[in-house]
């Protein structure tokens, strides 16, 4: 079974500053690792992945995440936030070993904020 | 390119009526699912298709029916709809190819049955 936690419902922060969304995971294998943002009324937007090698990914729109393997997590990060990062931001995890069978699972979402 | 398309974008039910959303993909895509989502609970997956002819549940596929009529679409069905089946559905699809594949969304459909 694979599943993902998003431990804060909502995150606050001063633009400007920097931001972090944090998401932990469970799978049986490795895992394939998924930031998608959502803004209101509209559909998920995919940020970035990570799929293997360098733990740093890179993103759309400047953000960033870190993988690591021994704390189980996958925290998206961004240097210095802007008010129109404030969206719904999902985690989302599969199982390496369920290749042919891509089900995502997604967390509850994190509310991002960010106060002028 | 359109991406993912779904129809309609707002629907009111009634309780036991029946209804089917529809989605469209023009990225040629072999993968589709369908999601809802609801407040404090995230996505879930109601079904997904593989590839064309193929569909299988996912975590809450009670109430819910699909087809994959052809590569481009996938429908899903309330047969009778019910309250607890008020939220916002999301269609979505990935290249299928390898288990790497991000998923693309539509703009999504919100129920509210009565």
């Known amino acids: 079974a694979q599943s993902v936690a998003q431990p804060e419902d909502q995150v606050n922060v001063a633009e400007g500053n920097p931001l972090t969304v944090k998401c932990t995971y469970s799978?049986?294998?490795?895992?394939?690792l998924f930031w998608y943002v959502q803004y209101p009324n509209r559909g998920l937007q995919f940020l970035l992945k990570?799929?293997?090698?360098?733990?740093l990914v890179k993103g759309s729109y400047g953000f960033e995440a870190e993988f690591n393997k021994s704390q189980t997590s996958f925290h998206l990060k961004k240097p210095s936030a802007l008010v129109s990062d404030s969206a719904l931001y999902f985690c989302?995890?599969?199982?390496?070993?369920?290749?042919?069978?891509?089900?995502?699972?997604f967390g509850t979402g994190t509310r991002l904020t960010i106060i002028p | 390119n359109a991406g993912v398309t779904q129809t309609p974008k707002f629907q009111v039910l009634k309780t036991g009526q029946s209804m089917t959303l529809q989605c469209a993909q023009d990225?040629?895509?072999?993968?589709m699912y369908w999601y809802r989502q609801d407040p404090g609970m995230g996505l879930r997956l109601i079904y997904y298709?593989?590839?064309?002819?193929?569909?299988d549940k996912g975590e809450v596929p009670n109430g819910y029916n699909v087809s994959r009529l052809n590569k481009r679409e996938f429908s899903l069905r309330l047969e009778s709809a019910a309250p607890s089946q008020t939220s916002v559905y999301f269609c979505?699809?990935?290249?299928?190819?390898?288990?790497?594949?991000?998923?693309?969304f539509g703009p999504g459909t919100r129920l509210t049955v009565l």
């Open positions: 979505a699809s990935s290249e299928g190819r390898t288990g790497t594949d991000t998923q693309y």
């Open positions: 799978v049986s294998g490795n895992p394939y």
């Open positions: 990570y799929i293997t090698g360098d733990n």
């Open positions: 989302a995890v599969r199982d390496i070993r369920s290749f042919g069978n891509e089900k995502l699972t």
């Open positions: 990225m040629n895509h072999n993968s």
């Open positions: 298709s593989a590839s064309e002819g193929t569909t």
